[in-house]
C-alpha cells in the first residue's frame, strides 16, 4: 500500500469516541444530488464518523483509510465496509461509485492522484463531496480560553495542510464541475470531559505533547474547569461545515 500522512493511528480509539458525527439532514442532501444510492466511497473514512450515518441512504458504503488501526476502532454497520486502502488508490471496479466523500481528510491527499482515482471509480452524474470543519462555536468564555490555548501554545505545532482547514478548503484545487453546497453545522451536547476529549486528538496537540509534555494540555483543561462549571453540566458545540462539491 502506498504511504500516507498518518497523524492518527496512535490514539484511534480517542478518535473514535471524542470526534462530532455528522447529521442525518446531510447525508439526505449528499444522497439526492448524487443521482443514485447504491454505492458510496468514503475516503479517509476514520473511525467512521461519516460512514455509519451514509449508511442510512446508500446500499453500500465501502469505507477506506490508510490506517489499519483508525479502521479497527471505527463504528459498524451492516451495510459498511471497512478497508485498509488509501484515498489515491482505492481497489475498487470501475465506474462503480455514486458519491465520493472525504470527510476532514483531503487537506492529507495528493489531490493529482486522488482525483485521477475520483475519475475512474465514480459513475457519471455522481458527485464528490470534500467536507471540512474548522474552528469550534460554543459559548464565549469557552471560545476565550480555546483561542487562547490555540495562539500561546499549538498553532506553532499545525502542520502545514492544517490551512485548509482554516480556509474551509477554498483554496484547494478542484478540477470538478462545481456545486452551491447546502449550509450545515455539526452539533454536539457535550460535558466537559467529552470536549477535552476532543481537543486531544488534534494534531497539533499530539506534536506539542511531543515536545513539551502534557504540561500545556493539563494547564489549558485547568483554565477551561474554572469557565466550564460542573464537568457533567452539558454546552452545546457547533463547528460550521465548509464543503466542495463537484459532479462527476
Not at 498518518?6 to 444522497?31: I, K
Not at 470501475?94 to 475520483?118: C, G, K, M, S
Request: with cysteine; glycine share 8%.
Amino acid at each position: 500500500m502506498a504511504s500516507f500522512k498518518d497523524h492518527f493511528s496512535a490514539h484511534a480509539a480517542q478518535y473514535a469516541a471524542h470526534r462530532p458525527t455528522y447529521p442525518p439532514a446531510l447525508v439526505d442532501a449528499l444522497a439526492d444530488l448524487a443521482g443514485g444510492t447504491r454505492l458510496a466511497l468514503d475516503c479517509g473514512c476514520g473511525t467512521g464518523q461519516l460512514s455509519v450515518p451514509l449508511a442510512a441512504r446508500f446500499d453500500r458504503v465501502i469505507a477506506i483509510d490508510g490506517s489499519a488501526a483508525q479502521v479497527a476502532a471505527a463504528g459498524r454497520h451492516p451495510r459498511v465496509e471497512y478497508r485498509v486502502a488509501v484515498a489515491e488508490s482505492s481497489g475498487l471496479p470501475a465506474r462503480t461509485v455514486d458519491l465520493v466523500t472525504v470527510a476532514q481528510a483531503a487537506h492529507w491527499f495528493d489531490l493529482t492522484r486522488f482525483y485521477a482515482e475520483v475519475r475512474r471509480v465514480g459513475r457519471t452524474g455522481g458527485l464528490l463531496a470534500l467536507l471540512t470543519y474548522g474552528n469550534i462555536d460554543t459559548d464565549t468564555d469557552v471560545v476565550r480560553v480555546v483561542q487562547g490555548f490555540r495562539r500561546d501554545v499549538i498553532d506553532r505545532f499545525w502542520p502545514p495542510e492544517r490551512i485548509h482547514v482554516d480556509t474551509g478548503y477554498r483554496q484547494l484545487p478542484f478540477p470538478f464541475e462545481e456545486l452551491e453546497p447546502p449550509a450545515f453545522v455539526l452539533e454536539q451536547n457535550w460535558s466537559l470531559g467529552d470536549f477535552l476529549g476532543y481537543i486531544d486528538t488534534w494534531s497539533a496537540v499530539r506534536a506539542a505533547e511531543g515536545a513539551m509534555g502534557r504540561a500545556p494540555l493539563e494547564t489549558f483543561a485547568d483554565m477551561l474547569r474554572d469557565v466550564w462549571g460542573p464537568p457533567d453540566s452539558r454546552r452545546i458545540i457547533r463547528w460550521p461545515l465548509s464543503m466542495r462539491l463537484g459532479r462527476l
